[in-house]
C-alpha cells in the first residue's frame, strides 16, 4: 500500500493507506483574477481551489471549513437541504466517500451563486491498475509515453467570471427584472485572464447572424461588452416582463474597461512525446470552443471516463463537462509559443481570452493557481495559428469540433439488448414568466425553502409524489427515462447534470418529442435515436430552439440510492429554479451516519 502514499500530495493532504485526508478553508475576501479587484471566495488561500489527488479505491475524508463570515449565504459543497444542511459561517463540515470512479472532476459550491464567486477546484482520480485503457487506439508503438502522460495529467479549468458578487447579480436581477448574469466581464484558464475589450469593429462582424436581424429591427446593437442590450430582452420577452434598466449599473451591460491581468501559461517538456490535460468547465454561463493552436487533442476520456478515443481541433466544452485530452509535442514550425483559445459560444455575448502553450527545457508541466501578484504576460502577441476565430468558430473547413454525440464509453457499456426503462419522465423546461426565473419541469425549483429545510436525504421519502413537478421518485435497480421537453422558443442550450451517476444519451431533435415513449419515438424517427453505443455522461446539453421546440432523452439505471440533484449548470438558470430531486432508490434508501444527522 506504500505507493499510495505518494498520490495525495496536495499540500493540504494529510496520507496514510488508502485513505485521503484533505482540508479546505473557505475564505471571503478580496481578489483580483482578471486584474479587477473584486471579493471573491479562495479554498485554502488560492483560486481556483487546491487541486486534489486521490487514487481510485481510496477512502476520501474532506473537511470543509468555513471561514466566510462576511456574507449571510451559507457554503456547503453538497446541496444544501438534499443531502446535507448548509454550511454556517465559522462551522466545520466533513465528507467521507469511497472513490470508486477513476477520472477528471471538479468540487464546487451548490449553494445558490457561490460557483460564481469562484468556490472550485480540480479533482483527479487516478485509475487502478488493471483498467482497460483505449491508448493503443491513438499510437500503439507509445502506450507506455501515453501511460506516463496520464499519469502526469494536469487540469485546465476554464470559467467566466464577473466583476459582481453572486449576491450582487441576484440583487441586480430582481431589481431590473432582467437576467443581468449573461453579461460577463472575463473568461479566466487556471483562474487567470484579462478584461479584453473588443473593437467595436470586431463586434459587428463576429455577431451572431441569428440574432442580427432581431438587433437591427430594434435598431439595436450589442453593448460595448459584446453583450446582448437590455432592451433586447423586452423584445424577446414581449410586454409579459417588466424590465427596468436603469435599475442596474452601466458596467453590468454596457462599459468594458480594459485590464492588464495575467495569462496562465501551459509548460509543455520540450523533450516529451505526449502531455497530458484534465480540461474543465466551471463556468457559471458560457459555453466554450476550446483550441491549442496547431496542435491536435486526442479526446481520451470524457466526464471521467474512457471513451473510443477521438482526434479534433476544437473541443465545445459545456458547463461542468471534463475532457481528459492528450497533445502530441511536436512543436510545430518550432515556434515554442502557441495559442491557448477560449471564446464564448454563448449567443448573448462575444467574449473570449488566451493563455499560452509553450515548450520549455523544465521536465514537469505543472498546475498553478493565482495567488498573485500578476505578471503582465497578456501583451505577449501570438504568432501561432489559430483553429477558431474570436467568436470560437472554426477558421478552415478542414478544423475538426468535437461531435459529442460521436463520444462513446470504452469498452462499451450499453448492454444489448436494450434495457427497457421502468418509468419515463417527461421533464418541461424553459424560462417562466421572466428571464430569470426557470424550471427544469414546469415548476421553478425554491432554494431558499430547501436550505431551511431537514435534508431529504435525512428523511426517508414516501413513494408518493409529494412535490408536485419538482420532485422524481425512482426504484433502485430499475432503469429510467429522462426526457427533456423545450417548448419555448428562442431557449440556449441547457447543460444538465445529474448527481448521483451518469446517463446514457439515447438522442436529441427538433420538432416535437416523436411519441409516447423512447421505444415509440426511435422506430418513428431512428435517425435521431443512438439504442447501440450511446456516449455515457454525467452532464447532457438540450439543443438551443430557434423557432421550433427540442427536445432530449437519456437514460441511466437507478444503482446509487439517495437524494440527487439534476439541475441546468447554468447558474443563473439554477438560481432561477431549473432543478428537480430525484429521490433514487427509495425501496434502498440509505442510512445516514449519525455523524451528519445533527
Ligand atoms: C409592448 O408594448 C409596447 C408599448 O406599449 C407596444 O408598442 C408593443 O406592441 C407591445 N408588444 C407586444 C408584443 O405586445
Ligand atoms: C427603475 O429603477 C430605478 C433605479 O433603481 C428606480 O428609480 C425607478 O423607480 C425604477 N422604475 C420602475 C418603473 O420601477
Ligand atoms: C503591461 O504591458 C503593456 C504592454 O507592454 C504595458 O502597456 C502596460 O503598462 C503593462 N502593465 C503593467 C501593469 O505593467
Ligand atoms: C484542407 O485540407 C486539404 C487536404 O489536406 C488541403 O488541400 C486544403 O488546402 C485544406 N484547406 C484549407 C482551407 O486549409
Ligand atoms: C414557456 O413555456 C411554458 C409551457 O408552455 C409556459 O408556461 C411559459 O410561460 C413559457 N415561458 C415564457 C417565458 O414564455
Ligand atoms: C406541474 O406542471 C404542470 C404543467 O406541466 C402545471 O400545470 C402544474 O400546475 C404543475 N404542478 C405544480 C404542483 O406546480
Ligand atoms: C441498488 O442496485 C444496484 C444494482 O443496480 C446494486 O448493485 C446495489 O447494491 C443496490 N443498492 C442497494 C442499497 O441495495
Ligand atoms: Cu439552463
Known sequence: MLSLLTLCLSLAAVTFAGQCHFKLELTFGPGFPDGYERNQIFINGQYPGPLLEIQQDDWVEIEVLNSIHQTNTPWADGVPGLTQRPIQPGETFKYRWHADQYGSYFYHAHSRGQIDDGAYGPITIKPKAGIAKPFDKIAPAEVDLLKEAEANVAPLLLSDWRHRTSEETWTDQLASGLESAICMDSLLVNGKGAVDCWSREEITQFTNPGIAPVLTQGNLELTDKGCFPPALFQILLGNSSTINSSALPPSVFEICTPTQGSRETIKAPRDRKWLALDVISSAGIDTFAFSI????????????????????????????????????????????????????????????????????????????????????????????????????????????????????????????????????????????????????????????????????????????????????????????????????????????????????????????????????????????????????????????????????????????????LLHCHIQSHLNGGMAVVILDGVDEWPEVHAQYQN
Open 293 to 564: 493552436d496547431e496542435h491536435s487533442l486526442w479526446v481520451y476520456a470524457v466526464d471521467g471516463h474512457y471513451v473510443e478515443p477521438v482526434k479534433v481541433d476544437v473541443l465545445t466544452v459545456a458547463n461542468g463537462d471534463r475532457y481528459s485530452v492528450f497533445i502530441e509535442l511536436t512543436n510545430p514550425g518550432n515556434k515554442n509559443n502557441f495559442g491557448i483559445r477560449v471564446a464564448s459560444l454563448a449567443l448573448a455575448q462575444l467574449i473570449d481570452t488566451t493563455a499560452l502553450f509553450t515548450y520549455s527545457s523544465e521536465d514537469k508541466q505543472s498546475y498553478s493557481t493565482n495567488h498573485g501578484p500578476y505578471t503582465n504576460t497578456t501583451s505577449l502577441a501570438l504568432a501561432s495559428t489559430p483553429y477558431t476565430n474570436r467568436a470560437g468558430l472554426p477558421l478552415s473547413p478542414n478544423t475538426t469540433v468535437l461531435d459529442h454525440a460521436s463520444t462513446t464509453p470504452f469498452p462499451p457499456q450499453f448492454p444489448q439488448p436494450a434495457p427497457s426503462p421502468a418509468q419515463t419522465f417527461f421533464l418541461t423546461s424553459g424560462n417562466v414568466g421572466n428571464s430569470y426565473t426557470w424550471a427544469l419541469n414546469a415548476t421553478p425549483f425554491s432554494h431558499m425553502a430547501l436550505e431551511n429545510a431537514v435534508p431529504l436525504l435525512y428523511s426517508p421519502p414516501t413513494l408518493e409524489n409529494g412535490d408536485g413537478n419538482i420532485t422524481i421518485v425512482t426504484q433502485n435497480n430499475t432503469w429510467v427515462d429522462l426526457i427533456f421537453l423545450i417548448p419555448n422558443l428562442s431557449q440556449p442550450p441547457h447543460p444538465i447534470h445529474k448527481h448521483g451517476n451518469r446517463a446514457f444519451i439515447l438522442g436529441t431533435g427538433v420538432g416535437p418529442f416523436p411519441g409516447h415513449t423512447v421505444a415509440e419515438a426511435a422506430a418513428a424517427q431512428p435517425e435521431s435515436f443512438n439504442l447501440v453505443n450511446p456516449s455515457y455522461r454525467d452532464g447532457f446539453v438540450t439543443p438551443p430552439s430557434e423557432d421550433k421546440p427540442t427536445w432530449l432523452a437519456v437514460r441511466y439505471k437507478v444503482e446509487n440510492p439517495g437524494a440527487w
